[in-house]
Structures are given as C-alpha cells and as structure tokens.
C-alpha cells in the first residue's frame, strides 16, 4: 500500500525503493532476523517496496535479504539471470539497501519463500 502511495505523490521510480526502505526497514529487519533459515542460505522475506509486478505471463518476486558478511554482488536487471551464494533461485537483480541489507529479485516463476519453493 505505501509503494501505491508513494507512486500516486509522485516519487521517482528509482527512488521508491530506499523511500519505502527508510519507512519500513524496521520491521522488515525483525522479520527477517526471526524468519527460520538453513545454513546455506541467506535470511530473507518477501518485499513488497521494488515495484516488481506480475504478467499474464509470469511474476518477479522480490525479497529482503540479510548478508552479514555484506558481499552479495550488485546486479542491474539488464543482466541475465544467474546463480548466487546463499540464494536457491536464480537472481535477475540484487540492490543493496544499506550495510548487509540487500533486496534481491528472483527470476521469473521463481519463488524462494517457503510456501511456493520453485527453485
């Protein structure tokens, strides 16, 4: 809802994203520090604040993900989908958010989260 918001006030689209992250990073930090994770895996939990939508044909799904050793690679969604450490899915783009705090876009159909793992 904030993300319609901020697009109805007219902020950016590029900016959108650390907007919504300085509102709600708060709780998106305790949501994924408490969320259960595996060994191999980075913490992380869906994001609604990156603006990327479904199609007729399929659905990018976005995710904030806690690096503590702060290297995930930086990634424009021009590049092709590739694998990264500590990710199941195929990654189509990585922005990070502030120190060891990173938004991460799963390749198409790709789900990471528990109820739909796809990948």
């Known amino acids: 809802m904030l993300f319609l918001v901020m697009s109805f006030l007219g902020i950016p689209s590029g900016v959108r994203p650390q907007v919504y992250w300085q ?10 520090l408490s969320s259960a994770k595996t060994s191999d895996e980075l913490a992380h939990v869906e994001w609604d604040g990156d603006g990327w939508g479904g199609t007729p044909g399929g659905d990018w799904t976005a995710y904030v ?13 021009t590049e092709p989908a590739r694998k990264i450490k500590g990710v ?3 990654v189509v783009a990585v922005r990070r958010l502030e120190r060891g705090w990173y938004t991460v876009v799963t390749d198409m159909n ?5 109820r739909h793992p796809t990948c």
């Open 23 to 32: 509102l709600s990073s708060r709780e998106y930090k305790h949501a994924v």
């Open 65 to 77: 993900v806690y690096d503590p050793t702060d290297s995930l690679p930086l990634m424009r969604s």
């Open 88 to 90: 199941r899915c195929d």
């Open 110 to 114: 790709q789900f990471w989260d528990a």
